[in-house]
């Protein structure tokens, strides 16, 4: 008998993109690439050579113009916007460089927020047409209103009582859930600090427990130490680590050798063209 083997977490076959501009750019061109569960790859190569738009195609934030993507054994490439949208909230956690934490809400919140707004947020920025991420617009409170919005009152999804449903999710299952999440990265002592009050290591292990609301089975990483000390560093690699050990898949862009090295694969992007190193 055949035994039943997983698909790749990330199949890319042949994927191009080439952004309309004039003269066109060709930011990738025919990347293949296959990774597995628990797999830990870092994604390196010089400004411009093509990483932020592979991180954003296999994040399902941008389209590739020709070729084929399976996330998961799901072919992405032809599904609308609303069902990219849904397999991203179920199966993709983001980090970057910057953190992107709402400055007014405590620790516990930002972390339940992820699960409210996140499938919302990222749709709205998708639709916008926006390529790279940039989560300070939502730090300044416009996609971050969500469907049930926030009054003056900040009467809002987070403070919504116990019970009360919010996108389907109740507050109080959410709270459970961002404990845990804020747990697993050693941030429970932290619970109702505001991010102003944490470390910039403190403030990026926060980041992560967000990532991992809704239980992912990818990680994609932009940078995630390009802001850290050392030994900071130190502990979010240790988390990655971790995290690989449990079964995640990570890809983390980076400059850093620290980082690089940690990972169990690197591949490297020059003018588009994706190699193994
Ligand atoms: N929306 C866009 N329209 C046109 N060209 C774009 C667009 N986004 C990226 N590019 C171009 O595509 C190429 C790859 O860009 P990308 O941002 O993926 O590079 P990168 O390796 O992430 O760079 P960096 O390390 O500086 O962030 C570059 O030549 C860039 O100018």
């Known amino acids: 008998m055949i035994p039943d083997v997983p698909p790749d977490v990330i199949r890319l076959d042949e994927v191009s993109r080439v952004f309309p501009t004039e003269p066109p750019v060709l930011a990738l061109s025919k990347i293949c690439l296959r990774v597995g569960q628990g797999d830990y790859v870092a994604i390196v190569g010089p400004s411009g050579s093509g990483k932020s738009t592979l991180l954003n195609t296999?994040?399902?934030?941008?389209?590739?113009t020709s070729g084929s993507y399976l996330l998961d054994g799901i072919e992405t490439t032809t599904l609308r916007?609303?069902?990219?949208?849904?397999?991203?909230?179920?199966?993709i956690g983001f980090i970057y460089q910057s953190f992107h934490l709402l400055a007014h809400r405590t620790v516990a919140e930002n972390v339940m927020l992820a699960e409210v707004y996140g499938r919302s947020a990222r749709a709205g920025r998708e639709k916008a047409g926006l390529g790279r991420p940039r989560l300070g617009r939502t730090d300044r409170g416009s996609t971050w209103n969500g469907p049930a919005g926030r009054g003056k009152t900040g009467h809002g999804p987070v403070d919504a009582p116990a019970g009360v449903t919010v996108n389907g999710y109740g507050r109080r299952g959410r709270r459970a859930r961002a404990e845990e999440a804020l747990e697993k990265v050693g941030m429970t002592h932290r619970l109702d600090f505001l991010p102003d009050r944490l470390s910039g290591g403190e403030r990026q292990r926060?980041?992560?427990?967000?990532?991992?609301?809704?239980?992912?089975?990818?990680?994609?990483?932009?940078?995630?130490?390009g802001n850290l000390d050392s030994k900071n560093t130190g502990a979010v690699l240790d988390l990655f680590d971790g995290l690989r050990d449990q079964g995640l898949t990570l890809l983390v862009i980076t400059h850093e050798d620290a980082?690089?090295?940690?990972?169990?694969?690197?591949v490297r992007i020059s003018d588009g063209v994706l190699t193994e190193e």
Not at 58 to 64: E, H, W, Y
Not at 206 to 225: F, V, Y
Not at 259 to 266: I, K, L, Y
Request: charged share 30%.
């Open 58 to 64: 296999l994040g399902l934030l941008d389209r590739p």
């Open 259 to 266: 980082v690089s090295s940690r990972a169990g694969r690197r």
């Open 81 to 91: 916007d609303g069902a990219r949208t849904r397999l991203r909230g179920r199966k």
């Open 206 to 225: 926060m980041a992560i427990a967000r990532a991992l609301m809704g239980g992912p089975s990818l990680l994609l990483c932009d940078e995630p130490t």
